[in-house]
């Protein structure tokens, strides 16, 4: 009950299939929504056994977090000046910026709703 009352003040979830077979320490891009027309990509990373939604955007100047094998298993990095974040939180690790955007995600069945 307490699920849906929630739902209604953050959106529904975006479903995103075959999220299980993101290896650990690993990310992958996808899109939610029409790019064109207000979408987001969104990062998948795979830590700790779980997995977190975080926005491709940098924080800082316009850069793009990459997908891939995350820096020591475990961090997302902006390649335009080697900024790292934590994809559990945003956290910048390594950079002097804000945090990125991260989104809740939920994952069952080996395939994951994003709330973006």
């Known amino acids: 009950m307490l699920d849906r009352l929630a739902n209604l003040f953050r959106g529904k979830p975006v479903l995103v299939r075959g999220t299980g077979k993101l290896a650990e320490g690993h990310s992958k891009k996808v899109e939610i929504g029409d790019i064109l027309a207000g979408g987001k990509l969104i990062l998948l990373c795979r830590v700790d ?36 974040f934590d994809p559990k939180n945003g956290q910048v690790v390594r950079g002097s910026c804000p945090k990125a955007t991260v989104y809740k995600v939920r994952e069952k069945d080996g395939d994951a709703e994003v709330w973006a």
């Open 49 to 84: 056994g779980d997995l977190h939604a975080l926005d491709t955007r940098c924080p800082h100047d316009g850069g793009r977090i990459i997908d891939g094998p995350l820096v020591e298993g475990k961090l997302a990095i902006c390649p335009l000046h080697n900024y790292t």
